[in-house]
């Protein structure tokens, strides 16, 4: 994971060198450095969006199972046996 100085860094460098590619003073051996540098900023960030993406993804459904389980644990609590019905949308 990385921190949010890292990402900002990353962003940072990564229209740094947009800027140094565009550059007509800039050699064509430099922009082609200067183009990879950009792709492995820009595979980082992408990386680490995934991550979070996954990470919230994941949070949401383990929210959603606890929920469930307590909904069970209360319905056995009661007695009654008989477990409500989830809601559905209607159509």
Known sequence: MLSDAEVKRLETLSEEMVKSIENSGTSSEAA??????????????????GRNALRSARSQH?????SARQ????????????LPQPQRAQA
């Open 32 to 49: 082609v450095v200067f183009g990879k540098i950009g792709r492995a900023c820009s595979r980082a960030l992408a990386q680490e969006a």
């Open 62 to 66: 383990t929210n959603k199972f606890q």
């Open 71 to 82: 909904t069970r644990m209360q319905a056995r609590k009661s007695g009654n046996g008989v």
